[in-house]
């Protein structure tokens, strides 16, 4: 999933950004307010976690801006900010979720993963795509029962192509959704892990479930007869 | 309970009751008077006029009644009765229709009878007038009748009375018409009171409501004083003063929640962030290193802000001891100033130190350098890059003053109220987690301490203001 991360606090950024990066995700983060506006005007996030006391422009402002412009991006307000007046405020302008600070770093995690489910309409942590299951909440996938061992990088692909399951997922979705803005991704490193993911999830024997439509992308589900 | 509406409506209609009670009566009593009084007057000149037809001869009363004024007597409607006695009480004449009523009366003068009611033969009310005196007396003289008193036969007394039946009907209606009047007023003016006090009161009725429907949440609403009347006018600018000063208070209190919030709680979440994600995904030895580096440098942001927490705390509550001795000046601030030495001159700010070198001020040495030493390190921090700090000292009227001012960028004279509220910091998303905003909230109470106060001053300049921070001290 990809993630941008505002927040002014450095420690908690580095923390809390390393530690969605280690959990798989790819993550933007920023410590000011109107770079954390162009970073999610500019790029296609699946969550954005909001601090609300922000230099420059607060997080209520970035939020309102986002909803103004059409933009659905499931947002969780992270904040010290712990009233009932603050929450409701928070969540009746248009943020998905509120954490108050301090907080379980597996919580926020938790959180996250469900407002990305979300976004692509799941309701539970698992996805199905024929026989193969994606459990999202593990990061695990299994083929007939049967466990399928992926790098960090084939897992994200396959999550991704499966909350798009039956969609053509162009290869620049793909680098968008894979890689931060740190990442330098090469044409052929979106391909070699197609291809290693394509050889694990498609054994012999069993039906192809991983498709390339030559000259538009990829996509993830049964072939249609 | 007392009730304005109740005390009016008491006052009023009892009070406009007796008026027009006391008014009607008067009324009524005024034209009984005068309707009596011309009843009195008629009576008198029948009296008088009687009186001429007694006469006394040689001695003798006689009584020379004419026809023509005696048919009052006879009449059946409204008759009027008659009765002469003789100085020794003998009846010398009386009209027939008296029957064997007496016509008792203390008789006046000729010229001032003596009025009172009787009762008439038929049992009906009547007035007598009852006169004494002298009849007069007919003699010839040089062959020509002349009339003077009588020189003997002595004085008579004459009562004539007269029905006052239509009299008494008249006051009566009268009587009623004021009464009936003056009970449709009496009401009138109760409906009138009851109209006007509702009225009257109507705007406090509306004030009233307006301050029973003032919350927490709506505190910012101001009563409109113009529209009120004049009673209200000054009744609307305190509440209104009150209104502004519990806002403002509110506002404080909601802006220190909220600042003590972000303050405790943010790293808070720093430590508890960085250990989960480090025990979640252990690295190597230097990562943990680094971690626990971090972690220790948060242990001792906490343990500043909790030991200056409690130390505002026990100045507010009176339970810092204060030990005054005599304190070299000059010498305090070189001590406080040595570790932002370094900072200041890494920001290149210009430093100006206008401090005589021999004052020595009686004072408290701990919490007179805890002052020096926030107002200096706020003003290290604060002032931009290449910016000015200076500290200056002046003689007063019995005291003395500190001045330590810095330019600054951000500052507007609005936020000049703000500076020693507990947490206030004028970055609102309080980004430098190095200054809490309890500087000046401790180095105020500290002064408040010392019997000294700390003031702040803003001046504005071409693209640099200038905040002065001054320590009022009212002996050296």
């Excluded at chain 2, 979440?269 to 989960?276: K, P």
Aim: hydrophobic letters at 40%.
């Amino acid at each position: 999933m990809r993630i941008l991360f505002v927040e002014d606090s450095v420690r908690l950024r580095q923390s809390v950004g390393a530690g969605l990066k280690k959990a798989g995700h790819a993550v933007d983060s920023t410590g000011d307010g109107p770079e954390g506006l162009w970073y999610a005007e500019s790029n296609e996030y699946d969550v954005i976690i909001l601090d609300w006391m922000l230099p420059g422009m607060d997080g209520m402002e970035i939020l309102g801006k986002l909803r103004d412009n059409g933009k659905q991006t499931p947002i969780l307000f992270l904040t010290a900010k712990d009233t009932v007046d603050d929450r409701v405020e928070g969540l009746q302008s248009g943020a998905d979720d509120y954490l108050v600070k301090p907080f379980a770093f597996e919580e926020l995690l938790a959180r996250v993963q469900t407002l990305a489910r979300r976004g692509y309409g799941v309701r539970t942590a698992r996805i199905a795509v024929a026989d193969l299951v994606i459990d999202t909440a593990s990061k695990t996938a299994a083929r007939k029962g049967k466990p399928v061992d992926l790098t960090p990088r084939e897992y994200k692909l396959l999550e991704y192509l499966a909350h798009r399951q039956g969609e053509v997922v162009t290869r620049t979705e793909i680098e968008e959704r894979i890689y931060d803005e740190h990442a330098e991704p090469m044409s052929n490193v979106v391909d070699s892990t197609v291809c290693g993911l394509r050889r694990k999830i498609d054994r012999p024997g069993a039906a192809s479930l991983l498709h390339t439509r030559r000259g538009l992308g990829y996509v993830l589900g049964e072939a249609k007869s | 309970m007392i009730s304005i509406r109740r005390s009016l409506t008491l006052w009023l209609i009892p009070g406009l009751l007796a008026i027009l009670a006391a008014g009607g009566a008067g009324l009524f009593f005024t034209v009984r008077s005068i309707l009596t009084s011309d009843f009195d007057a008629s009576l008198r000149i029948k009296a008088q006029a009687l009186a001429t037809l007694i006469k006394s001869e040689d001695g003798q009363i006689e009584v020379e009644f004419l026809n023509d004024r005696m048919t009052a007597f006879d009449r059946g409607m409204e008759p009027e009765f008659f009765e002469i006695r003789s100085e020794d009480g003998a009846v010398l004449g009386r009209s027939g229709n008296l029957g064997s009523l007496d016509l008792q009366a203390r008789p006046g003068s000729f010229d001032a009878p003596d009025f009172r009611n009787v009762n008439l033969p038929d049992g009906r009310p009547g007035r007598a007038a009852g006169i004494r005196f002298r009849p007069v007396s007919e003699v010839e003289e040089e062959g020509r009748p002349v009339v003077e008193p009588a020189a003997a036969g002595g004085e008579v007394t004459l009562v004539v009375a007269r029905d006052r039946t239509d009299l008494d009907k008249t006051l009566a209606a009268i009587g009623v018409g004021i009464g009936g009047i003056g009970l449709g007023m009496i009401a009138a003016s109760a409906f009138m009171v009851g109209t006007a006090v509702r009225r009257g009161l109507r705007p406090l009725d509306h004030l009233s409501d307006r301050v029973a429907s003032i919350e927490a949440s709506s505190l910012s609403e101001r009563f409109p004083a113009d529209a009120m009347p004049a009673e209200l006018k000054p009744v609307c600018g305190r509440l209104n003063d009150l209104l502004a000063r519990l806002e403002q208070s509110f506002q404080r209190e909601r802006r220190f929640s909220a600042n003590v919030a972000h303050e405790l709680r943010t790293p808070i979440a720093e430590l508890r962030s960085m250990a989960e994600v480090a025990l979640k995904y252990p690295e190597d030895e230097a990562a943990d290193a680094r971690t626990i580096r971090e972690a220790l440098a948060i242990a001792i942001q906490m343990q500043t802000l909790v030991e200056t927490l409690l130390r505002v705390g026990r100045c507010q509550s009176g339970r810092e001891c204060v030990r005054r001795e005599s304190v070299p000046l000059s010498k305090l601030v070189e001590e406080v100033w040595r570790p932002l030495e370094t900072p200041a001159r890494n920001k290149g700010l210009v430093v100006s130190n206008e401090l005589p070198s021999d004052t020595v001020i009686d004072t408290d040495p701990g919490l007179f350098r805890t002052i020096v030493q926030n107002l200096l390190s706020n003003a290290v921090e604060y002032a931009p890059a290449g910016g000015r700090v200076g500290i200056g000292w002046i003689r007063t009227n019995g005291g003395f003053e500190v001045k330590v001012d810095n330019t600054c960028e951000s500052l507007t004279p609005d936020d000049l109220s703000h500076l020693t509220e507990p947490f206030w910091r004028k970055d609102a998303a309080r980004t430098n987690s190095s200054h809490a905003g309890l500087g000046l909230t401790l180095a105020s109470e500290c002064a408040r301490l010392l019997s000294m106060e700390l003031s702040a001053d803003l001046s504005t300049g071409n693209q640099l203001n200038q905040l002065r921070m001054t320590l009022h001290a009212g002996s050296v």
